[in-house]
Nanobody
Framework: QEQLVESGGGLVQPGESLRLSCAGS????????IGWFRQTPGKEREAVGC???????PWYADQTGRFRMSRDDNTKTAYLEMKNLTPEDTADYYC?????????????????WGQGTRVTVSS
């Protein structure tokens, strides 16, 4: 059983940066693809991006370069670095892991989810 715990959310002003962490617990961590999603009330969960096992070829929904994912398999931790944040980035952010993820933007392809961490961008 895998457990994920996100942290690092908070209140920031527009233009600032934030780094979210996702801590895993199981020995199979290195085998998982890691996805990051976000959700606002009344909207569907949307993909932020995903990073494969080994950390190669990350995919980002936002192609502006404001987001950067990484993973440290030694500490079983994944990171989502976000910069130049705008109020539109306000959401609950989730990490998820899956073994057989065919489309990393599809939440249903993931096996385990964290509880989420809230990011609020406001002046």
């Amino acid at each position: 059983q895998e457990q994920l715990v996100e942290s690092g959310g908070g209140l920031v002003q527009p233009g600032e940066s934030l780094r979210l962490s996702c801590a895993g617990s199981g020995r199979a961590w290195p085998l998982f693809l890691i996805g990051w999603f976000r959700q606002t009330p009344g909207k569907e969960r949307e993909a932020v991006g995903c990073i494969s096992k080994g950390g190669s070829s990350p995919w980002y929904a936002d192609q502006t370069g404001r987001f950067r994912m990484s993973r440290d398999d030694n500490t079983k931790t994944a990171y989502l670095e976000m910069k130049n944040l705008t109020p539109e980035d306000t959401a609950d952010y989730y990490c998820a892991i899956g073994v057989s993820v065919r489309r990393c933007s599809d939440p249903s392809d993931y096996d385990y989810w964290g509880q989420g961490t809230r990011v609020t961008v406001s002046s």
